[in-house]
Nanobody, 122 residues
Framework: QVQLVESGGGLVQAGGSLRLSCTASERTFSIYAVGWFRQAPGKEREFVAAISWSGDTGYYTDSVKGRFSLGRDNAKNTVYLQMNSLKPEDSAVYYC???????????????WGQGTQVAVSS
C-alpha cells in the first residue's frame, strides 16, 4: 500500500506561485508515474498534470501549460508541481496519485493522497 502526502498548498494572490509536493511512503517510488488532479467545489475532479516514472515525460492540461511544471526527486520519494502565474480559477483541492510504470491523464491511478487546498485571490 502506497501512502501519498501532499503539502505546499495555501492562499496566494493572483499572479503568485506555489510549489506542491507529493511524498510517498513507498521505497520503490521511482517506478511509479504520478498524476496531479484538482477539484473545485461543485465540480468534478479534473486532470492537471502527470509525470512518468523516469521523470522525462510530462503531460499537462491545456489550461496550465506554460504556467505549471513537474519535477521529481526519486531519492526523496517526492514529486513536485510548480505553479506559477496562478489565477483564481486554479483554486481547488489538489490531489496527487500514483500508479506503477504507465503514466495516464485519466483518474486511473491506484493510490491517492488526501489533498491540499490552493486558494488564489483576485
Amino acid at each position: 500500500q502506497v501512502q501519498l502526502v501532499e503539502s505546499g498548498g495555501g492562499l496566494v494572490q493572483a499572479g503568485g506561485s506555489l510549489r506542491l509536493s507529493c511524498t510517498a511512503s513507498e521505497r520503490t517510488f521511482s517506478i511509479y508515474a504520478v498524476g496531479w488532479f484538482r477539484q473545485a467545489p461543485g465540480k468534478e475532479r479534473e486532470f492537471v498534470a502527470a509525470i512518468s516514472w523516469s521523470g522525462d515525460t510530462g503531460y499537462y492540461t491545456d489550461s496550465v501549460k506554460g504556467r505549471f511544471s513537474l519535477g521529481r526527486d526519486n531519492a526523496k520519494n517526492t514529486v513536485y508541481l510548480q505553479m506559477n502565474s496562478l489565477k483564481p480559477e486554479d483554486s481547488a483541492v489538489y490531489y496527487c496519485a500514483a500508479r506503477k510504470w504507465v503514466v495516464v491523464n485519466t483518474t486511473q491511478y491506484d493510490y491517492w493522497g488526501q489533498g491540499t487546498q490552493v486558494a488564489v485571490s483576485s
